[in-house]
């Protein structure tokens, strides 16, 4: 197949996070099995406007609202050069560069997750009505009848209640890495460790107000931030203002060897986000045993977390708070959420996300009804062998 892939951003800008690993890791393995990929997505600094990466034709256009008009501009002309695509992806990040205006091919629409929730943290009151105005009421209106893809059940749930039907569509998970073997014990200390884009729907303000609060109890208590974004001199502040500034170190972007490194020392991972898709964090901690506290209300963070099982959800911060508190001083129950945590990372692979979008973009292709989609889950999950006894929920 011929396939054009439209997302906002790739890995390789400043602002790039899971979405964008997403969407390359979809793209690179659909190159692999031998189809014709072509990702659109925005300029940015020095980038090449155009470049061949693990098979995969990325063009950069436009800035950061003007790559959706940009990108349409771009798909027409590449189809009147060179041909009709057989599918065209559309990524949906708030708002949707509504692909089929500008062409006559099959258009599937991937959402990580629905903005309520972000729109007034990111934006001003203006924008930010504006912004959800144009993902509630306006996209749904713009792309009826088309095939949705989601990546969790939580973020086909919040579809559905802007008027999505169910059955229009299909979840396909993150995959994750097979967790680097690093070599390293957990540390001796007790560390926590948060891992992602710093900005301010992730809230590690919330990471650095656990470590505050639990400062007397726990005097040789870290937090390791792993990851960077324009947010962190505000993250830094804060630390400052709370008197934790020396037990919080800031990382920024690392190589992929450092990350595992500290997702396999930590004792425990945070997820404060305001909102997740899936919630990639969280099982690449998972993969190195390392159980994460996160929101029960951040999407599909309480997807990706069974509850008491691999991880723990709670409902604000003090709850976060006090399971932190709890894990860390009970070193049989943290060693058994982290034995989970391993066993469920090991059921979400790339292989089969790629599989799976093979399966749905051959299906639009070919104006069948999608055949693929994953909705897999491990056993945990599912309900089964859950005879695993894990610490009370909070």
Request: aromatic fraction near 4%; proline fraction near 6%.
């Amino acid at each position: 197949m011929r396939i054009a892939f439209l997302n906002w951003r790739d890995s390789t800008h400043p602002e790039g996070g899971g979405a964008e690993k997403y969407a390359e890791t979809v793209c690179a393995g659909l190159a692999a099995l031998g189809h014709d990929v072509t990702m659109l997505c925005a300029q940015h600094g020095s980038a090449p406007a155009e470049e061949h990466r693990d098979g995969v034709r990325v063009l950069r256009q436009g800035g950061r609202l003007g790559v959706y008009p940009a990108s349409l501009r771009v798909l027409r002309r590449l189809e009147r050069t060179e041909g009709a695509f057989d599918v065209v992806v559309d990524t949906q990040n708030g708002i949707p560069f509504a692909a089929r205006t500008a062409t006559r091919s099959p258009v599937v629409v991937l959402v990580h997750h629905v903005h309520r929730e972000q729109w007034p943290i990111v934006f001003g009151p203006v924008s930010a009505r504006v912004g959800w105005a144009l993902e509630s009421r306006v996209a749904p209106l713009l792309l009826r009848g088309l095939q949705y893809v989601a990546v969790s059940g939580r973020t086909r749930d919040e579809l559905a209640d802007l008027g999505v039907p169910p059955d229009r569509v299909t979840v396909i998970h993150n995959g994750t890495e097979p967790a680097l073997a690093t070599g390293v014990q957990r540390h001796p200390e007790p560390r926590l460790v948060v891992l992602g884009r710093v900005v301010p729907h992730k809230r590690v303000e919330h990471a650095v107000e656990v470590v505050a609060r639990l400062a007397d109890q726990h005097p040789d208590l870290r937090l390791r931030v792993v990851g960077d974004g324009w947010w962190t001199d505000e993250v830094r502040a804060h630390a400052v203002v709370l008197g934790v500034a020396d037990r919080v170190d800031q990382l920024g972007h690392v190589d992929e060897e450092t990350k595992h490194t500290e997702l396999a020392s930590a004792w425990v991972a945070l997820a404060p986000s305001v909102k997740e898709g899936w919630g990639l964090c969280v099982v690449e901690a998972a993969s190195h045993g390392t159980p994460t506290v996160a929101y029960r209300d951040a999407g599909g963070l309480s997807e990706s977390i069974v509850d008491g099982h691999t991880g723990l959800l709670v409902d604000d911060l003090a709850a976060m708070t006090e399971a932190v508190g709890r894990l860390l001083t009970d070193d049989e129950a943290r060693d058994e959420l982290g034995r989970e945590a391993v066993l469920h990372a090991r059921h979400f692979t790339w292989e089969a996300t790629v599989r799976s979008w093979e399966a749905l973009l051959a299906a639009q292709a070919a104006g069948r009804a999608p055949t693929g989609g994953t909705d897999t889950v491990s056993p945990l999950a599912q309900g089964a062998d859950l005879d695993v006894v894990g610490p009370p929920r909070p």
